[in-house]
């Protein structure tokens, strides 16, 4: 059973920072490419970041020079490090092993952690 544990979010002035992590259980964490998901209220989840087996990343335009994504195989965690923050990333973050299914059609979403601008 896969299981994703989101933690570190929280209330944040614009132009601030935080550190999400992301604990995953039930796979082979190592050789799986890992992805941070976010929904705002009233929109679709949406793409923010990925990381690759090998470390490789891509992002959403919209994150460019902000965000950043790195992971500690050694305790199958994955990062998200969200620098400069704005209002329009108020949003429920996930992470998501990506293992070709879609955002529409993972079956094994964790709770998230809401990520709050308190400007």
């Known amino acids: 059973q896969v299981r994703h544990l989101e933690s570190g979010g929280g209330l944040v002035q614009a132009g601030g920072s935080l550190r999400l992590s992301c604990t995953t259980s039930?796979?082979?964490?190592?050789?799986?490419?890992m992805g941070w998901y976010r929904q705002a209220p009233g929109k679709q989840r949406e793409f923010v970041e990925i990381?690759?087996?090998?470390?490789?990343?891509d992002y959403a335009a919209s994150v460019k020079g902000r965000f950043t994504i790195s992971r500690d195989n050694a305790n199958n965690t994955v990062y998200l490090q969200m620098n400069n923050l704005k209002p329009e990333d108020t949003a429920v973050y996930y992470c998501?092993?990506?293992?070709?299914?879609?955002?529409?059609?993972?079956?094994?979403w964790g709770q998230g952690t809401q990520v709050t601008d308190s400007s």
């Open positions: 990381i690759g087996s090998d470390s490789n990343t």
């Open positions: 039930g796979i082979p964490f190592s050789i799986n490419a």
């Open positions: 998501k092993r990506e293992d070709g299914s879609s955002r529409f059609n993972y079956d094994y």
